[in-house]
């Protein structure tokens, strides 16, 4: 599979780089690389405290969400695989301590609730450059940029996402894809989120980049 870079002008259409604040994201970086977990699978965590106390991500979240309130987690561990694909109604920002890879397709290339997979793309994001991916951009868990060394992934989102689950009729099929408060969800057959009830909406193979990676 073609690894981009989010340098690369195919990026634009997925997300942009956040310029600027040098000294946070290395306050964000190290905290991350010093008070957050590798993993040998997946993991995720909507709030860390270690994060979310640094006057850092005080400072960011003005810029990044205008000053609504945000939540700073992580996503970390090893992952080569596609599995599933999000989004939310917010754009979502990414900052690695480690490089890491994102599988990212378009909201608009979902047809009837359904994504062929050979519409995602890959895109290398380095270590200590912060991210926005946009609400328009399908998503899910990073993945490692290199063989021998797994990822750490700052995920700042409006405070509330991914935490619960709203309790209501579902009226429609996009109803049906909610699986988190902000989080609709699509699963490839092969993913353990469609074995334990998620929508299966991603065709094709489920990617893996195992192999092309070095």
Not at 18 to 26: L, M, P, V
Not at 103 to 131: H, N, Q
Not at 185 to 212: P, R
Request: proline share 4%; net charge negative; charged share 25%.
């Amino acid at each position: 599979m073609k690894i981009y870079n989010v340098t690369d002008p195919e990026f634009t259409n997925y997300g942009r780089i956040i310029e600027g604040y040098e000294a946070e994201k290395k306050a964000i970086v190290d905290a991350l690389r010093d008070k957050t977990p590798i993993p040998a699978g997946t993991d995720y965590v909507a709030e860390e405290q270690a994060l979310q106390s640094l006057a850092a991500a005080d400072k960011i979240t003005n810029s990044l969400f205008g000053g609504s309130p945000m939540q700073f987690g992580w996503c970390n561990g090893h992952n080569t695989k596609l599995n599933c694909l999000e989004y939310h109604r917010s754009s979502e920002i990414n900052l690695g301590a480690t490089d890491f890879i994102l599988l990212l397709a378009k909201r608009e290339e979902i047809v009837d609730f359904k994504l062929d997979s050979s519409k995602v793309k890959a895109f290398f994001c380095p270590a200590g450059t912060m991210i926005e991916v946009y609400a328009t951009a399908l998503h899910y868990a990073p993945c490692q940029a290199h063989k021998d060394s797994g990822f750490q992934v700052l995920v700042g989102l409006p405070k509330g996402t991914n935490v619960g689950c709203p309790d209501f009729p579902r009226v429609n099929t996009e109803d049906k894809l909610l699986t988190a408060t902000n989080k609709w969800l699509l699963a490839h057959a092969e993913a353990s989120e469609a074995k334990d009830g998620a929508w299966v909406g991603i065709t094709g193979e489920n990617i893996d980049i195992a192999n092309d990676i070095q």
